[in-house]
């Protein structure tokens, strides 16, 4: 679903800048119609222009997207269409948005500002807020990097997963962990390994009777052995 939310944006220097508001961690989702004028009569770029738009996030951060190397600026008529990234929606806060024209030759042929209100969003975490169950088990699988046992004679899981999970805690997260790899000797005094078919891992032992552990069952992966 893409959202278009319009403005009315003015050369004129003496006017406020809009206010667009968006959501922390918008995901593309909304993109900015701009309808432009100079001198109360709307302005109609033309043809072969060039349309860069940047700014500065709270955290000091800068991003700048330009129409001649991306498709996250366009031109329809006589408006202007820009998508909020998600690298612009990481920091909440409130701040400036320029547009400019330019020619191929690089001359700036007019500028335009707005500004952009970043609500903030309930959660730091929101990889791990919006995430599915599955999501998160995908997530874990393509990060594994070690098995071990414990002190204890437990089955353990290191995984750099890039969810950050730190003290946060997770209904999906916890069921995750309860299912993540369950083990039981076989009739035959065999150890067997079963795990959560979403993290696609498979587990077998060597020559030396050393653990394999094979990640993408289904794919062209390399084994990992662990």
């Not at 944006?9 to 959501?23: C, N, R």
């Not at 033309?46 to 996030?57: D, E, Q, W």
Request: aromatic share 10%; charged share 25%.
């Amino acid at each position: 679903m893409t959202i278009y939310q319009d403005v009315e944006l003015s050369m004129t220097g003496h006017l406020v800048p809009p206010v667009v508001h968006v959501k922390q961690y918008d995901h593309k989702a909304r993109k900015v119609r701009c309808q432009l004028y100079t001198n109360s009569l709307e302005y109609t770029p033309p043809n072969n222009i060039i349309l860069v738009y940047s700014g500065t996030r709270p955290d000091g951060k800068f991003f700048s997207y330009s129409s001649e190397t991306s498709d996250l600026i366009t031109r329809n008529g006589g408006s202007v269409i820009f998508t909020v990234t998600d690298f612009m929606t990481k920091a909440s806060g409130r701040y400036p948005v320029d547009i400019v024209l330019m020619d191929e030759d690089g001359n700036v042929l007019g500028a335009f500002c707005l500004t952009l209100y970043v609500e903030r969003a309930a959660v730091k975490n929101w990889r791990v807020a919006a995430s599915l169950y599955k999501t998160i088990a995908q997530e874990i699988g393509r990060g594994v990097f070690e098995c071990f046992t414990t002190i204890k004679g437990y089955f353990g899981i290191r995984s750099d997963d890039g969810l950050n999970l730190g003290d946060s805690e997770s209904s999906n997260v916890e069921r995750v962990k309860e299912v993540l790899v369950n083990t039981i000797i076989t009739d035959d005094g065999y150890l067997a390994f079963t795990t959560d078919d979403n993290l696609d891992l498979m587990f077998s032992t060597d020559d030396e009777g050393r653990i394999v552990v094979e990640y993408g069952e289904h794919t062209d992966e390399d084994p990992r052995d662990l």
